[in-house]
């Protein structure tokens, strides 16, 4: 990536098939920074938020404020990448006017560069309205998180012909409404490389092979900070082991004034 100028939504378009594509989440300003400094494409501030950061269960609970306030801390951090804000859930999918309402906060509010959002046929009204809005729009397909009820469970998708045969249907009308890329999260390999195959724009996979056009992973998972109290998903790859040297170096500063050794 060129170090001088900003990442954007057409020129993440345009990479497909000619080189892998980087993502990372980020959820405030020093890791935004260091992220940035990387040379990671895209940042996305995911609702994966609730999770990591803030010890929801799930990423039903987290609300625009909370979304807001940790992008404008991202925001702040990261010169080069193409920000994206992740709608959180009953944010975007109450209505059209609703969906462009909060889409337009991420922008004006909270200085991202465009929006995430999960789902696939039915919410193609809302993205042709974000989009005539004027912010770039990166679907989401595969396991969503803000439907684990209806799922059933946080399952990975594309198991049957039917299932597949689905989400390329899904793939192809968010293609067509104008989405820039689609993070597809849990899907079996085989069907993330047909989806991959089908769209003109380029998939980013998370749980989904290596046939994606690039690939995201939650930054807490990358780093190994949350490992040491809860189970990474298996297909992720720590780079890091940063839980458990926080809490070794947190313990040694507590020995340290305990034993009176620091200051
Ligand atoms: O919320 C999030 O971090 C995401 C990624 C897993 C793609 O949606």
């Keep these: 990536m060129n170090p001088v100028s900003r990442m954007t939504a057409p020129r993440v378009l345009a990479l497909k098939g000619k080189e892998p594509l980087t993502m990372l989440t980020a959820y405030d300003y ?20 609730g999770n990591v950061v803030l010890g929801y269960e799930s990423t039903l609970p987290v609300t625009m404020q909370e979304m807001l306030h940790h992008c404008k801390a991202v925001a702040r951090g990261a010169k080069q990448a193409l920000l ?7 944010s975007y999918q109450a209505s059209v006017e609703q969906a462009v309402t909060n889409a ?4 004006k509010e909270g200085g991202m560069h465009a929006v995430k959002l999960e789902g696939g046929r ?5 993205i042709k309205a974000i989009l005539n809005a004027g ?11 803000q439907s684990v009820h209806a799922m059933g469970g946080y399952k990975v998708q594309g198991k049957t012909e039917d299932s597949v045969r689905q989400m390329v249907e899904d793939a192809k009308a968010l293609d067509q409404a104008g989405i820039f890329s689609l993070v597809l999260e849990g899907v079996v390999p085989e069907a993330a490389k ?3 195959e089908a769209i003109r724009c380029p998939t980013i996979g998370i749980g989904a092979g290596k046939d994606c056009d ?13 490992s040491s ?7 992720a790859k720590e780079y890091a082991h940063l839980g458990a040297d926080i809490l070794k170096a947190v313990q040694a500063y507590k020995q340290d004034v305990k034993q009176k050794k620091f200051p």
């Design 214 to 226: 690039g690939q995201v992973l939650v930054l807490h998972d990358l780093l190994g900070i949350t």
């Design 135 to 145: 912010i770039p729009v990166q679907g989401h397909l595969g396991l969503k998180p």
């Design 122 to 126: 039915e919410h193609v009204d809302k």
């Design 104 to 107: 337009g906060r991420f922008v």
């Design 30 to 49: 020093p890791t935004a920074r260091l992220v940035d400094e990387a040379g990671i494409e895209m940042i996305l501030v995911g609702d994966s938020l």
């Design 194 to 196: 047909k989806i991959t």
């Design 84 to 90: 994206i804000g992740d709608l959180p859930f009953m």
């Design 229 to 235: 109290f809860c189970k990474p998903p298996s297909f």
